[in-house]
C-alpha cells in the first residue's frame, strides 16, 4: 500500500541524490538506474520519472535544508506530547529509586530561576 510506495519513491530519490553527490548536477533516469541496479534494487519507471521531473534543476542542499526545518518543527512538537507518559512510567512501575532520585533536580532548577512556580 502507501509505505511500499513511500519505500519505493525513497530508494529513487536516494539514488537520485547519491547520483547528484558523484557529480551530476540533473541525473537522467539511466543514471538513477544504474545506481539502484548497482545495490541490487529494481526502478520503478513511473516512480523514477516523478522524482527526476520533481528534483531535475533544483538546489538539492537548498531542498534539504528546507526539508530539515520541517522536520524540526515535528520533532519540537514531538516530545512534548510524550515526555509525560514517559516521566508517568517510571513512577508508575514503582521503581522506588528512580523515583526517589528524579524530585531531586527540579528544586535545584527552581532556586536557579529566582523563584518557585508553586509558591
Known amino acids: 500500500g502507501e509505505e ?3 519505500r519505493s519513491k525513497m ?4 539514488a537520485y541524490m547519491l547520483c547528484v553527490l558523484g557529480g551530476k548536477s540533473d541525473p537522467s533516469a539511466a ?3 544504474a545506481v ?3 545495490v541490487g534494487a529494481s526502478a520503478d519507471d513511473t516512480c523514477l520519472n516523478k522524482v527526476i521531473s520533481e528534483l531535475n534543476g533544483k538546489d538539492l ?3 534539504i535544508a528546507e526539508g530539515g526545518k520541517k522536520m524540526a518543527s515535528v520533532a519540537v ?3 512534548a506530547g510524550g515526555a509525560p507518559a514517559a ?3 517510571p513512577a508508575a512501575g514503582g521503581g522506588g529509586g528512580a523515583a526517589a532520585k528524579a524530585p531531586e533536580p527540579e528544586p535545584e532548577e527552581e532556586e536557579d530561576m ?3 512556580l508553586f509558591d
Open 36 to 38: 539502484l541496479s548497482s
Open 11 to 14: 530508494k529513487h530519490v536516494a
Open 114 to 116: 529566582g523563584f518557585s
Open 77 to 79: 512538537a514531538a516530545p
Open 31 to 33: 543514471d538513477v538506474k
Open 4 to 6: 511500499g510506495r513511500s
Open 61 to 63: 542542499e537548498a531542498l
Open 87 to 89: 516521566a508517568a512510567a
